[in-house]
């Protein structure tokens, strides 16, 4: 995450020093410019944290539901087990 953000705050410094080489005499133009640019790069950087936290989440429910498939399995012979104990003890009709 933190190179994202590093690298979207790169993006805006150059798109910056770009937008004033387009124009050097018109101050108004340049902070517009900068402006749009650190909204867009804010945009990227959030949309980059955003795309981490899905990820980050969608492993973090892959592992929740790996632990619980195997305990919802021992649990399953657990009870075929239980299962198998009380059909033998039933007496014969």
Known sequence: MKA????ALVCT???AAGARADSPR????????VQEYA???TAMAKSAFSMVQ????AQQARRWLSDK?????ERLVWLKEKLAELWKQMPAA
């Open 54 to 57: 899905e990820s980050e989440a």
């Open 69 to 73: 498939a195997d305990l919802a399995k």
């Open 26 to 33: 018109e101050p108004e133009t340049l902070v517009r410019k």
């Open 4 to 7: 994202s953000l590093l690298l």
């Open 39 to 41: 909204q867009k790069a």
């Open 13 to 15: 410094a150059l798109l």
